[in-house]
T-cell receptor, first 114, second 110 residues
Framework: AQSVTQLGSHVSVSEGALVLLRCNYSSSVPPYLFWYVQYPNQGLQLLLKYTTGATLVKGINGFEAEFKKSETSFHLTKPSAHMSDAAEYFCAVSDRYNNNDMRFGAGTRLTVKP | EAQVTQNPRYLITVTGKKLTVTCSQN?????MSWYRQDPGLGLRQIYY???????DKGDVPEGYKVSRKEKRNFPLILESPSPNQTSLYFC?????????FGNGTRLTVT
């Protein structure tokens, strides 16, 4: 079965600084990988996904993530944080042969300081 | 607008009083699922449905029931709620790869 570990339950950055949210996964088969964002009182929205092909994927709001098979990682980055990026971020993995089983990390709450 | 709609958004109830949380999607998705979100645990799957009349247990199904009589609807039923079911619940439907989530139902069981 797949699993996801997000390193750091809380991350705080200054406005304009680099955002780096870490995600490591475990999967016995080639994975599909996702980042979702949750704003207060809302459901989760898809930021970006990796399925096949290019390992550097770009998402909405200037976020991107790189699939590194050798490191089993899928870290999320954004060059310059904006106040509106403050939210909770979830990394998720699913099995490309059994897409019914999507596993989520525990989440990372991002705070952006002015 | 493509969306997943859950109702109610907030629900306070007492132990043992049956309740239903409704979920509807307008994207003609075959796959739907229910999750609960608890601090420090992320999202855990309760039940999922591959299609009409096809449902299966997720990781934490105890105390919950679901039904899928129509493609668009996937209600979550708590026949005898208990305080440990106090949580934030999300319904989702799946397109080709990713999930589309409702806005959540915050349930408190006293």
């Amino acid at each position: 079965a797949q699993s996801v570990t997000q390193l750091g339950s809380h991350v705080s950055v200054s406005e304009g600084a680099l955002v780096l949210l870490r995600c490591n996964y475990s999967s016995s088969v080639p994975p599909y990988l996702f980042w979702y964002v949750q704003y207060p009182n809302q459901g989760l929205q898809l930021l970006l996904k990796y399925t096949t092909g290019a390992t550097l994927v770009k998402g909405i709001n200037g976020f991107e993530a790189e699939f590194k098979k050798s490191e089993t990682s899928f870290h999320l980055t954004k060059p310059s944080a904006h106040m509106s990026d403050a939210a909770e971020y979830f990394c998720a993995v699913s099995d490309r042969y059994n897409n019914n089983d999507m596993r989520f990390g525990a989440g990372t709450r991002l705070t952006v300081k002015p | 607008e493509a969306q997943v709609t859950q109702n109610p958004r907030y629900l306070i109830t007492v132990t043992g009083k049956k309740l239903t949380v409704t979920c509807s999607q307008n994207m003609n998705h075959e796959y739907m699922s229910w999750y609960r979100q608890d601090p420090g645990l992320g999202l855990r799957q309760i039940y999922y449905s591959m299609n009409v009349e096809v449902t299966d247990k997720g990781d934490v199904p105890e105390g919950y029931k679901v039904s899928r009589k129509e493609k668009r609807n996937f209600p979550l039923i708590l026949e005898s709620p208990s305080p440990n079911q106090t949580s934030l619940y999300f319904c989702a439907s799946r397109g080709l790869y990713s999930l589309h989530f409702g806005n959540g139902t915050r349930l408190t069981v006293t």
